[in-house]
Every structure is written in structure tokens, then in C-alpha cells.
T-cell receptor
Framework: QKEVEQDPGPLSVPEGAIVSLNCTYS??????FMWYRQYSRKGPELLMY????GNKEDGRFTAQVDKSSKYISLFIRDSQPSDSATYLC????????????FGAGTRLFVKA | DVKVTQSSRYLVKRTGEKVFLECVQD?????MFWYRQDPGLGLRLIYF???????EKGDIPEGYSVSREKKERFSLILESASTNQTSMYLC????????????FGQGTRLTVV
């Protein structure tokens, strides 16, 4: 079983839709939860991060962490064609130290 | 505004060749990482380094080695390239422990024929 599970998609939605991206994990020691966005032919870039449980909002993006369920989510409101990218969840902390564990990435297409 | 630079965007090498992938960061970060990215598998850690001349194996180190002679430069070496090492290779760096944003290079797409 992978430490971090993420559905690779692809996920296709119409412009303006609310998008929900999710990851589950098995290591309860993870403390830092991140979402990276990767456009085609580019390296990933940090989109949002949260520490421990709770929600964090940044514009149209909301990150949620439920440590009791070992489940994290990224919500995108009013999705735009420019949001089309691969979204990777990532986690770090506990005995892993500096190591960041990435999900497989979900490929998102937002149609105009 | 370039922060992490990988020496090549695309490489084609022959089976058995020794391949060098170079990565340079200009942010004075202590930690540097090499990942490979394959469809459906996400980013898998090959090696990382938390200081000059220090290296640690990641999850898939077989067939690879690394070198970090200077703080800003981290090299990935494929000792004898094989077709199953055809992949996208990504270098990243970040500062310190705890939470720290990782900055990635643009990636090197390596094809071994």
C-alpha cells in the first residue's frame, strides 16, 4: 500500500464548476500537508500548505485536512480554464524528516 | 526569477551510457532532492542531500548515484543507463526542516534507447 493515495484522473469539468481533489494517507505522523500545481512541461509549484488539521483558504482555493480520517482535500471554486493542470498532494513530517511524500497527481481539465 | 535550474530539458541517451543530470539552485538551500516522475506513480524520491558531501538514499536509488561537492549544485548520475530509466527527472531544493516550500526545476525528460 502506498503511503499517499491520489486518484490520477483525468478529471474534466466545465468552467465555473467547483472542483474537489482528494488524497488519503496512511502515516499518522505526517504534520505538513501541501498541494502543488504542475502545468504541462513545467516543474511543480507550491499552491497551498496547512499544518496539522483544519482548513485554509486562499482566494478560490480551500485546503482541508482531516487527520482523524487521514484525508486531505483541495477545493477550487469557480474553476477557470487556466486551472487546468496536474495537482499533487504532498506530505512531510514525523519520522520521515526532510522527506516529502507525493501523491500520483490528479490531472484536471477545465473546459471553457 | 530562475531559482532551480536543470542543465537539460530533453536528453536522448543509449543503453549502457553514463548519464549526468545537473541541478543548480541560487537560494542557498541546504536540502536538495532528485525525483523521477512517471504517469500514475507520481514523484518518487531517488536521492537527497542535506549538506555538502552528504547524501541519503530515497525510495528508488538503484541504478543511480549522486554528487554534491558544492552547496548550490546536486548531480544525479545514471551509472549505466537502461530503458527503464526513461522518465522525467525533477530536481528540488528547500531550506531547513519543518515546513519549507520546495522549489522545483523545470525537469529533464530523459529517453534511453
Amino acid at each position: 500500500q502506498k503511503e499517499v493515495e491520489q486518484d490520477p484522473g483525468p478529471l474534466s469539468v466545465p468552467e465555473g464548476a467547483i472542483v474537489s481533489l482528494n488524497c488519503t494517507y496512511s502515516n499518522s505522523a505526517f504534520q505538513y500537508f501541501m498541494w502543488y500545481r504542475q502545468y504541462s512541461r513545467k516543474g511543480p509549484e507550491l499552491l497551498m500548505y496547512t499544518y496539522s488539521s483544519g482548513n485554509k483558504e486562499d482566494g478560490r482555493f480551500t485546503a482541508q485536512v482531516d487527520k482523524s480520517s487521514k484525508y486531505i482535500s483541495l477545493f477550487i471554486r469557480d474553476s477557470q480554464p487556466s486551472d487546468s493542470a496536474t495537482y499533487l498532494c504532498a506530505m512531510r513530517g514525523g519520522t520521515g524528516g526532510f522527506k516529502t511524500i507525493f501523491g500520483a497527481g490528479t490531472r484536471l481539465f477545465v473546459k471553457a | 526569477d530562475v531559482k532551480v535550474t536543470q542543465s537539460s530539458r530533453y536528453l536522448v541517451k543509449r543503453t549502457g551510457e553514463k548519464v549526468f543530470l545537473e541541478c543548480v539552485q541560487d537560494m542557498d538551500h541546504e536540502n536538495m532532492f532528485w525525483y523521477r516522475q512517471d504517469p500514475g506513480l507520481g514523484l518518487r524520491l531517488i536521492y537527497f542531500s542535506y549538506d555538502v558531501k552528504m547524501k541519503e538514499k530515497g525510495d528508488i536509488p538503484e541504478g543511480y548515484s549522486v554528487s554534491r561537492e558544492k552547496k548550490e549544485r546536486f548531480s544525479l548520475i545514471l551509472e549505466s543507463a537502461s530503458t527503464n530509466q526513461t522518465s522525467m527527472y525533477l530536481c528540488a531544493s528547500h531550506q531547513g526542516g519543518g515546513f519549507a516550500e520546495a522549489f522545483f526545476g523545470q525537469g529533464t525528460r530523459l529517453t534511453v534507447v
